[in-house]
């Protein structure tokens, strides 16, 4: 009978601190540090196993540092603080920008209301529209500058459709060259 024998590659004392690290999310207490280290490593015979790997990590002051905040026995790799500081700054900036898109109106209520009210202050000089209108179209709101957009272009039957598509039915717009009419519908 024949018995295979594995190879096993092993590490340097200070890679496989940092592989235990790493699999443990960049931060472990000593006594879940030393068992995979040993595992992982070649030490000397009749070394110290734990003595030696605290000292790799005293002597690596570039990959390993005391956690702070943590108890005593807690270690870190460098790069460990680093990531957390990153991972808080890209949740502040997420935190950002959310409040940024919160603070945008998405009510319909509201585009319900400023069409017909930018068609009214815009009524002698259309063009004078445009602006809201890339604004809309920019933020998402297709239907509300397809409005726009054929209102500023004098396009009746288009206006008709965008205004049907938008489900907006709280006002009917006649359009007679430049003049539009606003006429108050209660008929929803």
Not at 51 to 70: D, N, V, Y
Not at 75 to 89: D, G, R, Y
Not at 136 to 144: K, N, V
Request: hydrophobic residues 40%; charged residues 30%; contains cysteine.
């Amino acid at each position: 009978m024949h018995t295979k024998i594995k190879s096993v590659t092993y590490m340097t004392q200070k890679e496989a601190i940092i592989k235990a690290l790493e699999e443990h999310g960049g931060r472990e207490r000593l006594l879940v540090i030393y068992p995979r280290v040993i595992q992982l490593a070649t030490f000397k015979p009749d070394s110290d196993k734990q003595a030696t790997i605290r000292t790799t990590l005293q002597r690596h002051p570039e990959c390993f540092r005391h956690s702070p905040g943590k108890p005593e026995g807690w270690w870190e790799l460098v790069s460990f603080q680093e990531e957390i500081a990153e991972l808080k700054q890209q949740i502040t900036e997420l935190i950002e920008s959310n409040k940024l898109q919160a603070a945008i109106p998405k009510d319909v209520n509201l585009i319900e209301k400023m069409l017909p009210e930018m068609m009214d202050v815009c009524m002698h000089e259309r063009m004078k529209a445009d602006p809201l209108r890339i604004v809309l179209r920019h933020l998402g709101y297709e239907e509300a500058a397809a409005v726009l957009d054929a209102w500023i272009g004098e396009k009746e039957d288009e206006l008709v459709k965008a205004l049907e598509r938008l489900n907006i039915h709280i006002r009917n717009i006649t359009m007679t060259g430049q003049n539009a009419t606003y006429i108050e519908n209660n008929n929803k």
